[in-house]
Antibody, heavy 117, light 107 residues
Framework: QVQLQESGPGLVQPSETLSLTCTVS????????WAWIRQAPGKGLQWIGSIFYSGNTNYNPSLKSRVTISVDTSKNQFSLRLTSVTAADTAIYYC???????????WGQGTLVTVSS | DIQMTQSPSSLSPSVGDRVTITCQASQDINNHLNWYQQKPGKAPKLLIY???NLETGVPSRFSGSGSGTDFTFTISSLQPEDIATYYC?????????FGPGTKLEIK
């Protein structure tokens, strides 16, 4: 059974960079797409972007100028960087496996990132 | 972006009731539609993919149907553990977007 676990700081200063890592266990990161999705407190779900294990990326245009997703196959990890954060970026950030660019079938438990000074 | 709408936004059925949630896309999404269940404090869980395919291990009381721009999610007989928020999601083009959710609360 594939398991995903997010890790990273829970508090980020405004205008700084949010950095999170997702570690995949119970299966290889190869041959799949991997995604970041966020949920502001009490709100709905927003897809941030996806990366294929080979490194090809797709980003949400609303965030594209600030987002970088990368993958490290040797560590079975992929990562999210979101620059110039504001309070509007406060959310639970989930990592997920995206089955060949379609549905999100395995999810991490999520990690709350608060943007505040 | 393709906009996804859901109705109703909330529902208070009784145990055993048949529950129906609708999801509408702002344009034809070629049946590229999934449904998720999210319980409080938990990550979303995939229930149905590609309109009507039940994810492995998901009870058969859950089902999905529809085509084009209009889709339906049904719980045939509501169980107490089904209390959650349900989201539809399209993957027809980028960006992938989710509906605003339908919150079920037991009456």
């Amino acid at each position: 059974q594939v398991q995903l676990q997010e890790s990273g700081p829970g508090l980020v200063q405004p205008s700084e960079t949010l950095s999170l890592t997702c570690t995949v266990s119970g299966g290889s990161i190869s041959n799949y797409y991997w995604a970041w999705i966020r949920q502001a407190p009490g709100k709905g779900l927003q897809w941030i972007g996806s990366i294929f294990y080979s490194g090809n990326t797709n980003y949400n245009p609303s965030l594209k100028s600030r987002v970088t997703i990368s993958v490290d196959t040797s560590k079975n990890q992929f990562s999210l960087r979101l620059t110039s954060v504001t309070a509007a970026d406060t959310a639970i950030y989930y990592c997920a496996r995206q089955f060949f660019g379609t549905h999100f079938d395995f999810w991490g438990q999520g990690t709350l990132v608060t943007v505040s000074s | 972006d393709i906009q996804m709408t859901q109705s109703p936004s909330s529902l208070s059925p009784s145990v055993g009731d048949r529950v129906t949630i609708t999801c509408q896309a702002s344009q034809d999404i070629n049946n590229h539609l999934n449904w998720y269940q999210q319980k409080p404090g938990k990550a979303p869980k995939l229930l149905i993919y590609d309109v009507s395919n039940l994810e492995t291990g998901v009870p058969s009381r859950f089902s999905g149907s529809g085509s084009g721009t209009d889709f339906t999610f049904t719980i045939s007989s509501l169980q107490p553990e089904d209390i959650a928020t349900y989201y539809c999601q399209h993957y027809d083009n980028l960006p992938y977007t989710f509906g605003p959710g339908t919150k079920l609360e037991i009456k």
